[in-house]
């Protein structure tokens, strides 16, 4: 059917069209449209901005360009456009999955020819002071090459795909060749869920070979997303307790609330020694987590699959003696990998959350107002041990979120503690049980040495009270 031109005289808040238009020096090829209209509605007087985008080079298939939930981040990074015009190959999305960095694009040399149909697709009121200029932007990031590995579906993640991708690094003045393995949601393609560092298989010639070319294994002695760091440096705040229980021959216990590809407990069972517990909502992440991420079940790492609060609630009152119907969590037949709330037993020296609650209409924001409930909070104190920390990603959407999250936390824990990220985006909010105390000095304390040689000194240096 075709389009009546009028259409795209107004803005429509929320409004999405595709459609396919023939390329202008490739007649048997058609070009791919998305025309996406800001959710934000401007005001009356405002002048509408448009601006175009050219899809990058063998990237078409990407949820980033092919979804609208993928146009719907990309327009809302940038705030100021009314409209944003995406224009690709249109190609099947099950086209090869290998994507290769180019350095040109066909389309430098289409923005002339195609300015007719950039004019057409605005809206009537951005020509009152003449024929107008569209700006082109330009999607850039560090990818140079990238490799899906799979795709499949999570009954609450939804659509995810792992892949393997080299990015650019520089060491000084020096590059260096980084390989990451990344998991993203289909529902926020432009947000990467969890992402570790992988090196090649030990082979000949392996260290000069590169995606698509080697085996690559997970690092898991390494933690590269970039809040992550900080909640590990939140446990410099209870080092002494920590090591008074290795020192008693136990070893330190963590809940990881959130679990994704399972980097975090992975490292801290590898780096630290930990023993812990991981909260995941969905089986299928935690088969993938499994699978291609290095999170291997056993006596040290366990997973209880259910939602965080309803977990949370039961292991409270398991810690406090209540007796509780069947919890319903079961093991995997090929291990002991799922646990029962009833398997895991005494109190933890460290809670870690890591939840989020995003889609691509209202952005990122973490955590969850749900799971930041005075009932939520209470149930947090009370598997803790008494110098127990509650360490929580914090992603707040405005002032107001992250004033009343610290108000919450206040009214439950003794002290808080912020750490910045330092990306514009992270901050890390630490709870504690106590008043941090010292019975053990810092240079006999082994595990805030090792601590140290883990983690940057710097994340641990920046908390503060607050």
Avoid at 250 to 259: D, E, H, I, S
Avoid at 351 to 374: H, Q
Avoid at 418 to 428: A, K, L, R, W
Wanted: net charge negative; glycine share 6%.
């Amino acid at each position: 059917m075709a389009l009546d031109p009028a259409t795209f005289e107004t803005l429509t808040p929320s409004r999405f069209i595709t459609f396919t238009f023939p390329h202008p020096s490739s007649p048997n090829s058609l070009l791919r449209v998305a025309v996406f209209d800001s959710p934000i509605q401007s005001q009356p007087d405002d002048s509408p901005r448009v601006a175009a985008m050219f899809v990058p080079e063998h990237r078409d298939s990407d949820w980033i360009f092919s979804t609208e939930s993928g146009h719907l981040q990309l327009l809302l990074s940038s705030p100021t456009i009314s409209r944003l015009i995406l224009i690709g190959k249109n190609q099947p999305i099950n086209t090869p999955s290998i994507y290769r960095r180019s350095i040109s694009n066909d389309f430098n040399s289409l923005e002339v020819s195609l300015k007719p149909l950039l004019l057409a697709l605005s809206p009537k009121s951005l020509f009152k002071n003449g024929i107008p200029e569209i700006p082109i932007l330009r999607y850039e990031n560090n990818v140079i090459c990238s490799v899906v590995l799979e795709q499949c579906v999570g009954s609450f993640a939804g659509e995810m795909l792992v892949e393997d991708v080299e990015i650019e690094s520089e060491v000084g003045e020096c590059s260096k060749r980084e390989f990451r393995r990344r998991l993203r949601f289909k529902r926020m393609p432009n947000l990467i869920q969890t992402e570790i560092r992988i090196v090649p298989e030990v082979g000949f010639g392996s260290a000069s070979l590169g995606i698509g070319e080697v085996e690559f294994r997970p690092d898991i002695q390494v933690l590269v997303h970039p809040y992550l760091p900080p909640i590990v440096a939140s446990l410099s705040l209870v080092p002494h307790c920590i090591e008074t229980r290795i020192r008693g021959g136990f070893k330190p216990k963590a809940l990881c609330v959130g679990v994704g590809g399972g980097a975090l407990l992975a490292f801290l069972r590898a780096q630290l020694g930990f023993e812990v517990v991981g909260i995941e909502a969905d089986e299928e992440v935690l088969r993938v987590a499994r699978q291609y991420f290095g999170l291997l079940g056993n006596d040290s790492i366990r997973v209880i699959v259910g939602d965080a609060i309803n977990v949370m609630e039961k292991l409270a009152y398991h810690s406090n003696g209540d007796n509780l119907d069947s919890f319903g969590v079961h093991e995997e037949n090929n291990g002991s990998y799922l646990y029962d709330v009833f398997d895991v037993n005494n109190k933890f020296d460290a809670i870690m959350v890591d939840l989020d609650s995003s889609d691509a209409k209202n952005g990122t924001s973490a955590p969850p107002l749900e799971f930041v409930r005075k009932n939520v909070l209470l149930a947090a104190k009370v598997v803790l041990c008494d110098f127990g920390i509650l360490a929580i990603n914090v992603i707040p959407p405005n002032r107001s979120f992250y004033d009343k999250l610290i108000h919450d936390f206040r009214e439950v824990f003794h002290e808080l503690y912020e750490i910045d990220v330092g990306n514009g985006e992270n901050f890390v909010l630490v709870a504690t049980m106590s008043p941090t105390m010292s019975s053990i000095s810092d240079s006999e304390n082994s595990f805030l040495t090792r601590l140290r040689m883990v983690i940057s000194g710097a994340y641990m240096d920046s908390i503060r009270k607050i």
